[in-house]
């Protein structure tokens, strides 16, 4: 069975061609053209463009990954794409592709959750997750934790109540001068200078909930660099830049991985899955796996970030469990989790 999965829910195009196999899934092309060089001249993602880039990107990355497959449209059996949540132009680009190219190709086309996606990336590589277990999800607008019963079975177990993660290391980068995009920036940054020598907030770390806040922390260090501090002189800090983007980076991973130890706990689950761009940072995936008493399992980092292949993998699951879309499909760009769909085998086969 051949899916076909398209992303367009934010700055990446993503188009992925996945064959599912006795053997298991089988990525036959996952191609992803970013659109970072066009917004970076805004230190931001701008949508107007990010939905004009994705028309135009579309149509030959498709050609390319039915090239890259070894197959054509016809050779198609399922065309799995984003619904939300996102930008709603970037969104409603990628679906009515998907419905037109379902339509023409006489196939079926099948709505998916983005961050329902994100987690499917743990699909794409061995081993795959045994429910029960906790997501840590942490993308540049969501930093969620989740406890599921089943692959397509999820309960938000908290949530951020203000910037997400990779919001704050997108928001710290470009106040320390860093560019755009941040996390990347801030993870090479870092690299190498010394951890924890700043007095940076961990905000909510000791709060008995499962939620998050990220806010106070982007506050603290914009007055850090301002060289604002209560009862000492106004001068810029004498770290360098390196050495601050390392003590946010250990601030941040902090609140993650305290977290996610308290939601394993609570939850009794043995398993940790990672899922969103965030997790393609270094010392978050190294943290997880040294401090969490679980199986911590993590895409492959290039299936972190926004894809396509994800989106196949989550389709097919929920193709297979029964889910149509029609359409009539509308981009929502505030979706919400879909409701559990219990009893789905942790496998994904044919
Ligand atoms: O999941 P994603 O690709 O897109 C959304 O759905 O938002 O996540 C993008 C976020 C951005 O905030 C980006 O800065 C962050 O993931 N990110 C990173 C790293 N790579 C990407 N954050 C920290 N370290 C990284 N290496
Ligand atoms: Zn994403």
Same mark, same amino acid.
């Given at each position: 069975m051949r899916v076909l999965g398209i992303e367009t829910s934010c700055d990446e195009t993503g188009v992925a061609v996945l064959d599912l196999t006795a053997e298991g899934p089988r990525l036959l092309a996952n191609l992803v053209a970013s659109q970072t060089d066009v917004h970076a001249a805004y230190r931001g993602v701008v949508p107007e463009l990010a939905s004009r880039m994705h028309e135009v990107t579309l149509p030959p990355l498709l050609d390319r990954a039915l090239a890259d497959a070894g197959c054509t449209a016809g050779g198609l059996d399922l065309v799995a794409v984003t619904q939300g949540p996102g930008?709603?132009?970037?969104?409603? %680009? @990628?679906?009515?592709?998907?419905?037109?190219?379902?339509?023409?190709?006489?196939?079926?086309? %099948?709505?998916?959750?983005?961050? !329902? +996606?994100?987690?499917?990336?743990?699909?794409? +590589?061995?081993?795959p997750p045994d429910a029960p277990f906790v997501t840590l999800l942490v993308s540049g607008g969501h930093t969620e934790l989740w406890y599921s019963t089943g692959p397509l079975a999820h309960r938000r177990l908290g949530r951020t109540r203000d910037d997400a993660a990779g919001e704050a290391f997108d928001k710290i980068a470009t106040l320390l001068g860093l560019g755009y995009p941040g996390g990347p920036a801030m993870s090479r940054a870092a690299e190498g200078a010394p951890?924890?020598?700043? *007095?940076?907030?961990?905000?909510?770390?000791? *709060?008995?909930s499962l939620d998050f806040s990220f806010s106070g922390l982007k506050t603290a260090v914009l007055y850090h660099v301002r060289g604002d501090r209560p009862n000492e002189p106004t001068v810029p800090p004498p770290e360098s830049v390196d050495e601050i983007a390392a003590n946010v980076q250990t601030a941040i991973v902090d609140v993650l991985v305290a977290k996610a130890r308290r939601a394993l706990k609570l939850t009794g689950a043995?398993? =940790? &899955? +990672?899922? @969103?761009?965030?997790?393609?940072?270094?010392? =978050?995936?190294?943290?997880?796996?040294?401090? &969490?008493?679980? !199986?911590? =399992?993590?895409?492959?980092? *290039?299936? &972190?970030?926004?894809? @396509?292949?994800?989106?196949?993998?989550?389709?097919?699951?929920?193709?297979a469990a029964g889910v149509r879309g029609d359409l009539t499909l509308n981009a929502h760009p505030a979706l919400p989790l879909p409701d559990p769909i219990e009893g789905v085998p942790c496998a994904l086969v044919p």
């Open positions: 930008l709603v132009g970037a969104l409603l %680009v @990628g679906l009515n592709f998907a419905k037109a190219l379902a339509y023409a190709s006489g196939i079926p086309v %099948v709505p998916v959750h983005h961050l !329902e +996606g994100h987690l499917w990336a743990n699909w794409l +590589g061995p081993p951890h924890r020598t700043l *007095d940076f907030p961990r905000p909510m770390l000791h *709060d008995p043995r398993v =940790l &899955c +990672g899922a @969103g761009g965030v997790m393609a940072n270094a010392e =978050l995936r190294a943290r997880l796996a040294d401090e &969490c008493d679980a !199986e911590v =399992l993590v895409p492959p980092r *290039d299936l &972190c970030v926004d894809n @396509g292949a994800m989106i196949a993998a989550a389709g097919a699951a929920r193709f």
